[in-house]
């Protein structure tokens, strides 16, 4: 078992942690947003939706592999999303008999609006042993492992309270304008250039990097490519530098 801090709490934090601590890991999420009261309700309502979640009133199709990982380690969840009126899309059923594999019973996508798998989630999270929920916090920097005198990992995080946090793992997933090259450059480790232009736009599935405490020169990082573009009017778009557009 590992000790794991999840740094934010969108689609990419959230499912992280649900799984990692569905594996044995103990997990730790650190997000910005206040403690919200989540009790019996309608989960559809959007007056219920976080403050920090982006994209909460777009909708939101995830497809055959997540549809199939959701089935295989959280069916509470998939239960939760059609009891909220998800909707659940069988492409194979669209195929004719001769175009028909064994295999196509995974072509099924399922489609919501972001605040309610948001939500499904956050229930899920709050009956699973394991996970502990820092509210209002905000991760700042990485705690060092050192070698031989020179850091060669990630030990933990430093919160903007000034408490350390230690973990044998740090998942980063708190976004576009993630503070990720900042947290390594803090380390002593190389900058990884950003372009120039312009940040990457939003994406659907949240853009998570990974700081891991393995061996080697420095930690490994990485990062999901944006998935699409969008602007909504949560906090990270109203976080795009001053000189860039947005839709």
Same mark, same amino acid.
Request: include cysteine; charge should be positive.
């Given at each position: ?69 959701? &089935? ?19 492409? &194979? ?101 950003? &372009? ?52």
């Amino acid at each position: 078992m590992a000790d794991i801090v999840v740094a934010g709490s969108g689609v990419a934090g959230q499912a992280s942690a649900l799984f990692l601590a569905r594996a044995g890991h103990h997990v730790t999420i650190v997000e910005p947003d206040p403690a919200q009261s989540i009790g019996p309700g309608d989960d559809t309502a959007m007056d219920g939706a976080r403050p920090g979640l982006p994209q909460r009133a777009q909708g939101h199709s995830f497809h055959g592999l997540a549809h199939r990982v959701l &089935s295989q380690v959280a069916p509470d969840v998939l239960t939760a999303l059609r009891a909220a009126g998800a909707e659940e899309i069988d492409f &194979s059923a669209r195929l004719s008999e001769e175009d028909r594999r064994p295999d196509d019973a995974g072509m099924v996508s399922i489609q919501m609006r972001r605040h309610v798998l948001d939500r499904a989630l956050t229930r899920a999270l709050t009956a699973e042993p394991g996970v502990v929920r820092r509210f209002g916090q905000r991760v700042t920097g990485l705690l060092p492992r050192r070698s031989a005198g020179h850091t060669t990992a990630c030990a933990g995080v430093r919160l903007a309270s000034g408490e350390r946090v230690e973990a044998d793992l740090v998942v980063d997933a708190s976004g576009r304008m993630s503070d990720l090259p900042r947290w390594l450059t803090g380390l002593g480790f190389p900058a990884r250039p950003r &372009s120039p232009s312009r940040p990457a736009p939003c994406t659907t599935a949240g853009t998570s990097g990974i700081a891991t405490a393995g061996g080697g020169t420095r930690p490994r990082v990485s990062s999901a490519p944006p998935a699409t573009s969008a602007t909504c009017g949560s906090r990270c778009c109203r976080r795009t530098p001053a000189g860039s557009s947005s839709r």
